[in-house]
Nanobody, 117 residues
Framework: QVQLVESGGGLVQAGGPLRLSCAAS????????MGWYRQAPGKQREFLAT???????NYADSTKGRFTISRDNAKNTVYLEMNSLKPEDTAVYYC???????????WGQGTQVTVSS
């Protein structure tokens, strides 16, 4: 089993930065890649960024240039640095892990990010 715990969410003014963290525990060896998603009220969950175990990254077009994903393997933690935040970035942000073995995927409980105008 892999457990993911997000932190770092909160209230931020438009234009400001915020850094989210996702700490993984449990069967760490099973993790192939980790990423971030978000879900705004009334909308589907949206892919933001992912990073593989060897550091390769992939971003959604909507986040390129503003969001940066990184990882600290020693701490089993993935980060999402968000800059120039906009009110439309308000959502619950979820950490995701792609696993090599069943159940092939794990999710954190989510952390709320609210951007005020």
């Amino acid at each position: 089993q892999v457990q993911l715990v997000e932190s770092g969410g909160g209230l931020v003014q438009a234009g400001g930065p915020l850094r989210l963290s996702c700490a993984a525990s449990g069967s760490i060896f099973n993790i192939n890649a980790m990423g971030w998603y978000r879900q705004a009220p009334g909308k589907q969950r949206e892919f933001l960024a992912t990073i593989t175990s060897d550091g390769r990254t992939n971003y959604a077009d909507s986040t390129k240039g503003r969001f940066t994903i990184s990882r600290d393997n020693a701490k089993n933690t993935v980060y999402l640095e968000m800059n120039s935040l906009k009110p439309e970035d308000t959502a619950v942000y979820y950490c995701n892990a792609l696993l090599r073995l069943t159940p092939y995927e794990a999710w954190g409980q989510g952390t709320q990010v609210t951007v005020s105008s």
